[in-house]
DNA sequence: GGCTCTCTTTAGACGAGACTAAAGCTCGCC
DNA sequence: GGCGAGCTTTAGTCTCGTCTAAAGAGAGCC
């Protein structure tokens, strides 16, 4: 078994360098809370067990055995976040805290079995899609609300997870995944959108509606609101 | 936040004392998992900071403090232990090890959460107590399945739940907690104890019975006479 | 081609917990 | 009342993961 902390270290490896390849080491260090030489001190660890290379003085990434890890911990994140909102009515902006201590103490059994549960899911509350058992994903990029035209339409797919302040405010405004919108107007100069969810009209800034990732639909009738 | 391992020492420190009161340090070792020397080491720190009494060369025993983290992470076991059973359909003899994990990681919110799901119960699947959120157990002494005598009836109230293979044996003989059983005979000098329940009669060791409580049921129909 | 700013790595230390080996208490037994 | 057996505690190490401070690499700019 490899500690809580290991594991953490692969899944923000992992997840940065989906973004970006290689990752430096101040961005280790910077995703997991730590100093610069402890996230070196990690690095070097990490790849003395098989589970990184270590490229000194310019970056990491992870080996096979090391996404492999950081796949499982990301299948156990995201169950466990979907979990606690279906069977026990958490709100989606506190899953997240709980996951993260939890997705490592759980065990083979315990995810079969929430995974049964939820009957198979393959995405999070958050639209984030659920790594397969055998560590495979669908994490295929997805155009950002800030890229639709005025006069479009979409559904919501996925929301950033990393802020729960920014969740709360999107649950206000009823931005969920599988939530249909339409882009009626947009400012220009990455001014704010105009957001027609249902019959009301939300004002979103740039940076926010950024995060949003929507599939758009390009038939003329409103699309079904899917949930 | 007190780490998983000092939350693991005072549990098994908690129920040792409940037995015997003060506490041996190799017992406590025992229970942990742990040389003696390393159990010495432990009843310091947690003496440090106020959760015990050392007594030198003498055992340890849990101050008001130590009592209560206790008995918070008892509550937290034995909820998790009954919700797996529930909700997720665990087989009574798995949900110890499951627990003794989660127990150290779960936030408030969780137990509550749990607790409510499972409309707030006083008992585990082993028939254990759950300690209130405010820190009280009814756990009191229960007479053993030993301690009747032949043409006596009773129900099962609680079974100890340390050793997973007992547990198997007992659920495929249908000894749970809530079943009603009657002492047919029992043989002499601690020999084993011919047990029937519902229409079936088992052949139980005397170790095995004894860690068997029992609630006597005095109002049944008369044993049959033995003259 | 060299300087300098920034990022990265090394060095040294610390806390939590564990272990082994050795020394120190207790207590029962003679 | 003294001895030895068996607990218990101390002493010294180890691993994991963190930190601060200092030293080293790299890359852009002159
Ligand atoms: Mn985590
Ligand atoms: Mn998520
Ligand atoms: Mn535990
Ligand atoms: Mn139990």
Redesign the pocket.
Same mark, same amino acid.
């Given at each position: 078994m490899l500690?809580?902390?290991?594991e953490d270290?692969l899944k923000g490896i992992y997840k940065l360098q989906q973004e970006h390849g290689r990752v430096?080491? +101040? %961005?280790v260090?910077q995703r997991?809370?730590?100093?610069?030489? +402890? %996230?070196?001190?990690?690095?070097?660890?990490l790849a003395e067990l098989g589970l990184a290379r270590?490229?000194?003085?310019?970056?990491v990434e992870l080996t096979e055995a090391g996404e492999k890890v950081a796949l499982e911990v990301i299948r156990h994140h995201r169950l466990i976040e979907l979990y606690l909102k279906e069977a026990l009515g958490y709100p989606w902006d506190q899953v997240d805290a709980e996951a993260e201590r939890l997705e490592h103490h759980i065990s083979e059994e315990f995810e079969d079995r929430i995974d049964a549960a939820l009957g198979h899911p393959t995405v999070d509350p958050h639209g984030d899609p659920i790594p397969s058992k055998d560590g495979t994903v669908d994490d295929e990029y997805l155009p950002r609300l800030t890229d639709l035209q005025p006069g479009e339409r979409a559904v919501i797919r996925r929301v950033s997870d990393r802020d729960a302040e920014r969740l709360r405010y999107l649950a206000q405004l009823g931005l969920y995944p599988g939530v249909a919108v339409y882009l009626r107007e947009r400012a220009p100069f990455n001014g704010p959108l105009f957001v027609r969810v249902g019959d009301t009209e939300h004002v979103l800034g740039h940076d926010l509606a950024a995060t949003i990732g929507v599939e758009q639909r390009r038939d003329a009738e409103p699309a079904p609101a899917e949930r």
């Open positions: 500690g809580s902390v290991v270290y430096p080491t +101040s %961005a260090a997991v809370g730590v100093t610069d030489a +402890s %996230a070196t001190n990690m690095i070097k660890r270590h490229h000194p003085y310019r970056g």
